[in-house]
Every structure is written in C-alpha cells, then in structure tokens.
C-alpha cells in the first residue's frame, strides 16, 4: 500500500506505508509549504481510495493544504 500524490508525480511504490506496532499502516512525506497537494491511497489489487480525515477534495482526490 502506498501513498501516490502531486507530491510524487502520482508514483505508486515511492511511498509505501509501513505497519506500526498499533496496527495501522504510516509514512512520512516532506511537503513544501503554502501549497496544496492532492493524494490517494493505493492499495493491492489496484484498490484506490480517499483520506477519510480529510476535509477537501479535488475531483476523486483527497486535499491537503500545508
């Protein structure tokens, strides 16, 4: 599974979550400030889905603003 954004050229593979000890999957991603980046989730079986603690979108995409 991994993160795919503007951020990454929309790269599956270049930023793949890792499990922690509490289950879930995380990865950190330097972002340049005062932009906005869209991103989603790709998981195996090219399953894409949103950030659900998101609250903006941009089409099918989720929205980050740093």
């Known amino acids: 599974m991994s993160v795919v954004g503007d951020f990454n050229d929309w790269q599956p593979g270049v930023h793949t979550l890792q499990p922690r000890k509490d289950g879930k999957r995380a ?3 330097a972002l340049p400030g005062a932009t906005t980046q869209s991103f989603r989730y790709l ?5 894409w ?3 659900e603690s998101t609250d ?3 089409g ?3 929205r980050l603003h740093t």
């Open 60 to 62: 099918a995409n989720s």
């Open 49 to 51: 889905f949103n950030d």
């Open 56 to 58: 903006d979108r941009d």
């Open 27 to 29: 990865v950190t991603v």
């Open 43 to 47: 998981a195996a079986g090219d399953y």
